[in-house]
């Protein structure tokens, strides 16, 4: 299984880790995955991987939409 969110695509970045002698060996910037379960149209649920600033995003999109949902009905 690749190491990506399913959502947004973010992988992993390469990069170099760099001493105090100025020493360079490569290194990789793993996102910071979450295993969620989401619920499908027709009822299941599958598992998919999620970056953790993606959640973020999507709880503050879905709190956002709530609110605006509240607003229209009063």
Known sequence: ????C???GKGPLTGNNVSHANN???RR???NLRSVKITLEDGTTKKIKVA???LRTMKKKA???TASAET???
Do not use: I
């Not at 299984?1 to 990506?4: F, N």
């Open 24 to 26: 360079k060996t490569k």
């Open 52 to 54: 953790a600033s993606t």
């Open 6 to 8: 399913d959502v947004t």
């Open 63 to 65: 709190a956002e939409a």
């Open 72 to 74: 229209v009905e009063a």
């Open 29 to 31: 910037q793993l996102p």
């Open 1 to 4: 299984m690749a190491r990506r």
